[in-house]
């Protein structure tokens, strides 16, 4: 029983954050006006491996800044995570289009365009979100 309790409090402890940036963008209303915004609410859903969450924000903040390519990584790496590697290859590219001197997307899609091989050993390429 105090296992429980004390595994409740520590997943209390995780959300609380959470749950108050939720609350000031909701209250502001901002998440719908300010592609940053849907750029570090993605992020942070993604640390938390909520990926259809992640990738609602990272959409919205596209169209809020469609030539932005670090929401087109981002949205790579979470559509690799659900293994639908079309759209993660997709917004790679695209990526790499807007900002072709941005040394993370292009570590990011290499590591994807060898990501069969490392599969292949198993092992799995690490990607950094921006």
């Known amino acids: 029983m105090i296992g429980k309790t004390r595994f409740n409090r520590l997943v209390l402890l995780l959300l609380l954050p959470l749950l108050a940036f939720i609350?000031?963008?909701?209250?502001?209303?901002?998440?719908?006006?300010?592609?940053?915004?849907?750029?570090?609410?993605?992020?942070?859903?993604a640390v938390m491996q909520l990926?259809?969450?992640a990738i609602y924000r990272w959409e919205n903040g596209?169209?809020?800044s469609p030539r932005d390519a670090r929401?087109?990584?981002?949205?790579?790496?979470?559509?690799?995570q659900k293994r639908d590697d079309e759209k993660a290859e997709y917004h790679y590219k695209r990526?790499?289009?807007l900002?072709?001197?941005?040394?993370?997307?292009k570590v990011n899609y290499d590591s994807f365009?060898?990501?069969k091989a490392l599969k292949a050993e198993g092992k799995s390429a690490k990607r950094r979100k921006q």
């Open 23 to 45: 609350a000031s963008c909701a209250s502001r209303g901002r998440l719908d006006i300010d592609p940053d915004l849907n750029l570090e609410f993605g992020n942070k859903l």
């Open 51 to 53: 990926w259809e969450e």
């Open 62 to 64: 596209l169209k809020l």
């Open 71 to 80: 929401f087109h990584n981002n949205l790579a790496i979470a559509y690799e």
């Open 95 to 97: 990526a790499a289009k």
């Open 99 to 105: 900002d072709p001197s941005n040394e993370i997307i």
């Open 113 to 115: 365009k060898g990501s």
